[in-house]
Nanobody
Framework: QPQLVESGGGLVQPGGSLRLSCAAF????????IGWFRQAPGKGREGIAC????????YYSDSVKGRFTISTDGTKNTVYLQMSSLKPEDTAVYYC???????????????????WGRGTPVTVSS
């Protein structure tokens, strides 16, 4: 059964870094768009970084541009989110998702996304 599993979340101090991983099982990410989303307490889900394994296109939200980097490792069927210069407002549950749609459609959630992970929590606090 296809599934996505996130890992790497935790507690980090402001200004610190963290790398999240999203591993796919039961299907290949080769022709998929993959995205990272987050949901802070009391807020809606936000698409923050998306990448296409089809053409390499990327999309970042303004809130993370220049601080976060999304990348893929095809040999491991895994997508990463490198987060730097973390701020308290980055505190959220982080989810990965995958579908065969464009990165812009995915990150703006214009379309229903097929596969979702269960999320990994990130807390930025001193």
């Amino acid at each position: 059964q296809p599934q996505l599993v996130e890992s790497g979340g935790g507690l980090v101090q402001p200004g610190g870094s963290l790398r999240l991983s999203c591993a796919a099982f039961g299907f290949s990410l080769d022709s998929y768009g993959i995205g990272w989303f987050r949901q802070a307490p009391g807020k809606g889900r936000e698409g923050i970084a998306c990448i296409s394994n089809f053409d390499g296109a990327t999309y970042y939200s303004d809130s993370v541009k220049g601080r976060f980097t999304i990348s893929t490792d095809g040999t491991k069927n895994t997508v990463y989110l490198q987060m730097s210069s973390l701020k308290p407002e980055d505190t959220a549950v982080y989810y990965c998702a995958a579908d065969q749609i464009s990165v812009q459609s995915m990150c703006t959630m214009r379309l229903v996304i097929e596969y979702w992970g269960r999320g990994t929590p990130v807390t930025v606090s001193s």
